[in-house]
């Protein structure tokens, strides 16, 4: 059994015929079916019955299909982590998002490999970062920004930086001072519009709220952050963001942001990585560039909005 068998295999099996996959394949048909007779051989079993449409798989087939897509997966993965380790600039890098940070950073980042890794691929999902975590443990993506991360056996994990919470409303009227800031206990007597458990600023707000001996009162539970700030402008509640969340949706300007002090309440945002998988040259440059891009980001023209950890 060698390697080009099984991918000719395979290609016969989702082509559904001999003709097919020899065209796709660029080889001659008698060579290709020479290749998956000699594996049925070997195997001792037959892999297809033929018919005069085309081929069927066996139950044999079947399942030595299943094998060989992950058997010429990993080998793929194999091939493109040697050709990361010789330079580190070629290959695809997977990362994980959070939502408030997607619409911020993604274009900057894209900018950023354009110009630095200009023969990699970026590619990012986003979700809640327990999700994310959950995703970088079965590979799905290489590297995740994750809010208020634990330490775990599964995962290494860089401080990045804390993010501040502000207190969205509604636009104050005029003469009013829209961004004074809201001590942390007053924060329980306003309803907000917020995402469910386990969400990072969730979990925030509830965590800084009971060390005050004072309860969350939410109105809504919302995932979408530019709906939040939909509904907050038109008076349904109040939020608690990042700013930079906030100024990366439309409704940004139509809504006021307020600090929350005694005690600030902030979120830490850090890096994870597997610390299962080896960390290829490009994982390793990608995040550099992503540690930028972030810090740069995340600043406000008005001043420091972040702190780095």
């Excluded at 139950?59 to 990361?84: C, F, K, N, P």
């Excluded at 997977?94 to 274009?107: E, F, R, Y």
């Excluded at 290494?156 to 502000?166: G, R």
Aim: hydrophobic letters at 45%.
């Amino acid at each position: 059994m060698d390697l080009k068998q099984l991918d000719y295999f395979r290609h016969v099996a989702e082509l559904g015929s001999f003709t097919r996959a020899a065209s796709f394949l660029s080889v001659v048909q008698p060579a290709l079916s020479r290749q998956v007779r000699q594996l049925e051989v070997e195997l001792g079993q037959n892999l297809f019955e033929r018919n005069g449409r085309g081929v069927v798989l066996t139950d044999a087939g079947t399942r030595l299909l299943e094998h060989t897509r992950g058997i010429l997966l990993q080998v793929g993965r194999a091939r493109q982590d040697l050709a990361d380790q010789r330079d580190g600039d070629t290959g695809l890098f997977t990362l994980g998002l959070p939502p408030s940070l997607g619409s911020g950073i993604t274009v900057p980042l894209v900018k950023a490999f354009a110009a630095q890794l200009p023969k990699a691929r970026l590619a990012t999902v986003e979700g809640l970062s327990a999700y994310i975590l959950e995703w970088l443990s079965i590979g799905r993506v290489d590297c995740a920004l994750v809010y208020n991360a634990n330490a775990a056996p599964d995962f290494a994990v860089q401080p990045l930086l804390t993010d501040p919470l502000y207190l969205i409303g509604p636009l104050a009227p005029r003469g009013a001072k829209p961004s004074a800031p809201i001590r942390l206990v007053e924060l329980a007597d306003h309803p907000l519009i917020m995402p469910g458990r386990p969400h990072a600023m969730r979990m925030a707000v509830e965590n800084a709220l009971g060390a005050v001996e004072r309860k969350i009162r939410i109105a809504h539970e919302i995932e979408s952050i530019p709906a939040i700030l939909d509904l907050v402008r038109q008076g349904h509640g109040f939020g608690v963001l990042p700013r930079h969340a906030v100024r990366a949706t439309q409704w940004g300007a139509q809504v006021s942001v307020r600090p929350i002090r005694e005690p600030l309440l902030c979120v830490a945002l850090s890096v994870a990585t597997s610390s299962r998988r080896p960390t290829s040259t490009l994982i390793a440059k990608s995040i550099e560039i992503l540690r930028t891009v972030v810090q740069r980001e995340m600043q406000h023209p008005d001043g420091p909005e972040v702190a780095r950890a």
